[in-house]
């Protein structure tokens, strides 16, 4: 068994002690090929809370903020886990290059296209970032979202949305506008995805 499956199966064990973790739309998740999981932000545990619902997948990897890994034996746990550190005061091309290299080699990515968490559990504006990976390397998206109350022993819900594929229009030129409207979509249908669960 590899070390960092290990690791999600204990992960998964002791989040599930504290939390009623339960996932739905689990079926809309491909199970082959790169993906990039778009999901709304919430909290400092959501990579967590998301990874543990499919530890079969234990290769998730993901972007966090580079403050985090200022602390030594914290970054050493999140590049464990499969972090990756990104800078989120400029544009940082060295996440970006790590980024489209896990989706060319057929990894699965999550992001949180709003860029960083809102505590009160409202939906923001993507970045146009997400739209220009979609886009660019037209990988398969994969809406995800993550209920916002996360007291101890009470149920987190992740909801799985269906998988787009975007693909530049005919004659369109690619840039800035066009990125922030593929990361539109994606951000609807994540808000699309909390409308039904009424919370």
């Keep these: 068994m590899r ?12 989040m599930r002690l504290l939390w009623r973790i339960k996932r739905e739309g689990y079926e809309n998740v491909p199970r082959d090929g790169a993906l990039m999981m778009c999901a709304n932000h919430n909290s ?14 234990a290769d998730l990897r993901f972007m966090a903020k580079k403050e985090l890994f200022a602390f030594k034996p914290l970054a050493a746990l999140l590049n464990w886990i499969g972090a990756f ?30 860029g960083t968490r809102y505590l009160d559990g409202e939906i923001r504006a993507a970045k146009p970032g997400v739209g220009l990976f979609a886009l660019r390397l037209g990988v398969t998206v994969l809406p995800v979202y993550i209920t916002n109350k996360k007291r101890l022993f009470g149920k987190v819900r992740v909801i799985f949305g269906k998988p787009m594929v975007f693909n530049p229009p005919a004659g369109a030129k690619a840039g800035a506008e ?7 979509e994606i951000m609807d249908a994540i808000r699309a995805l909390k409308n039904k669960t009424g919370l």
């Design 44 to 57: 400092n545990l959501d990579p967590i809370f998301i990874a543990v619902t499919m530890a079969e997948f």
């Design 85 to 114: 550190p990104v800078d989120r005061q400029s544009a940082d091309i060295k996440s970006a290059k790590t980024t489209m290299t896990i989706l060319k080699e057929g990894g699965r990515l999550l992001v949180f296209p709003e």
């Design 3 to 14: 070390p960092r499956f290990k690791t999600y199966i204990t992960a998964r064990f002791l």
């Design 178 to 184: 066009l990125y922030q409207q593929c990361a539109d």
